[in-house]
């Protein structure tokens, strides 16, 4: 969870897939220049690398499509990658802007099955726009990065994840040493390429392809950092561009796990203000949740499926539930039902954070998560560089503190090396890009949004600002949010200089 993750909340939604598109190369090699046609047709059935959870196709109004790109851009005439697509038309043809494009976040979340889940948020914004969406390299039906087995990921994910003792940490990084090796086992051809920067090439290649002059783009959580380095690349060719649930693009990834341990304790507190005002149920307190992690970390639980609730699922399926107030009441309910010896709650929650569906089949969300961070960031983190680290991850967080830390052992021994310290999201000469920021985000905190604004350069970056719960700001339902971000999109209208939503 060293970056934000978007997609955990939606993992049980049904939700859609796509053309099956990978790597290529040789013979009949595809079109990949901005000239290429897409053959737009009917979605088929659905993925389980895109959602574990899917069940049907996503009706008539969708379409999909594959885009072909260079693997490497630097050999343009050589392996080639299929980005997954789908899209659904403009309403109103006559009165047409564009495409506005998708990404949802993760990284490792796919668009191609999360915009359809979501197509209601945004009949609004369909009245003038094609609806598009993709999976980025490395993502579902791009490629998507698959390292270990579902039964071996089970096992994975069940393991103590925030070692106590000497011979707990040698397991933990014996561990991830294993994950690693797998991903470039089963993956090596592709882990190289997915970076950031290769997949903003791919939506800037995608824009050419759609027709479009500008980018029109609507990017949450990480899909604001890949807007960002868009408009990097990319200044004169950004549109009207949203950055909801904003990551903060001046953070390592210490910097951003200790500001995500923060930031979900913030949650936590929120949540557990809001229980005692108004739960049926009984609401549970910090120290004693803080003892039922304990306690699990030796004595798991009954789960399902002949699984049980171990400290780490418990971690993470508390976590999941404060992406989004609509899931505090199964928090409260969880962790009571934990207390008691029943932990299918938690249980589920944390299935959902790690995209494992209800079959036991693992989507490529955490795998292509890790693989694109890995790519991305140079930083490797020993455990002496943790264990310093530890005071003050929980100082900030004592119930996450520890799980994200150890966190930032995840790309200990990755086979490829990362490309920057931080993203450069300076954008000079762009249009004016919309940063919405969450007060109450536990995934993304608010700081973000300002630092991503300022970055962005004067006249550049536009901060709005909503005083709420919950990861981003747009599918939230406020109002005035949905108001002055239509308004944007749809007509142009920037915002005043420190607007507020409450």
Known sequence: MSRPLRLGALSTALLLAVLAAGCGSGGGRPDTSAHQKLHWSSCPAPSPDQDAAATKAPGG???????HAPLDYRKPHGRTIGIAMIRAKATDRRHRIGSLI???????????????????????LRTRYDLVSFDPRGVGESAGVRCLGDR???????????????????????????????????????LPYVGTTNAARDMDLMRSVLGDKEMHYFGVSYGTELGGVYAHLYPKKVGRALFDGVVDPMQTPEQ?????????????????????????????????????????????????????LTESLADGGIAQSLYSRDYWQYLTQGIAGAQQGDGRILLALGDALNGRGPDGHYSTLQSALTAITCADFKQRYTVADIERKLPAFRKVSPVFGDMMAWGLTQCTDWPVRGAWTTPDVSAKGAAPI????????????????????KELGPGVGIELTYKGEGHGAYDSGNACVRKTVNAYLLQGKVPGKGKICG
């Open 152 to 190: 071996q990921l089970d096992a994975y994910y069940a393991a103590d994840s925030t070692p106590d003792n000497k011979a707990e940490v040698k397991s933990q990084l014996r561990r991830v040493k294993t994950y690693a090796a797998a991903c470039e086992k089963n993956s090596g051809t592709i």
């Open 434 to 453: 919309l940063v919405v920021g969450n007060t109450g985000d536990p995934a993304t905190p608010y700081e973000g949004a300002g630092r991503m604004a």
């Open 61 to 67: 109004q969708w379409e999909c499509a594959t885009l």
């Open 256 to 308: 951003g796990a200790l500001a995500q341990a923060k930031g979900f304790q913030r949650a936590l507190g929120d949540y557990l203000k809001a229980c005692t005002r108004s739960s049926v149920y009984s609401c549970p307190s910090q120290p004693r949740i803080r003892s039922l992690l304990k306690r699990l970390d030796g004595h798991p639980v009954r789960g399902y499926g002949g699984r049980k």
């Open 102 to 124: 998708f990404n949802f976040g993760g990284p490792g979340g796919s668009g191609v099955a999360t915009l359809p889940a979501l197509a209601n948020s945004y009949k609004q």
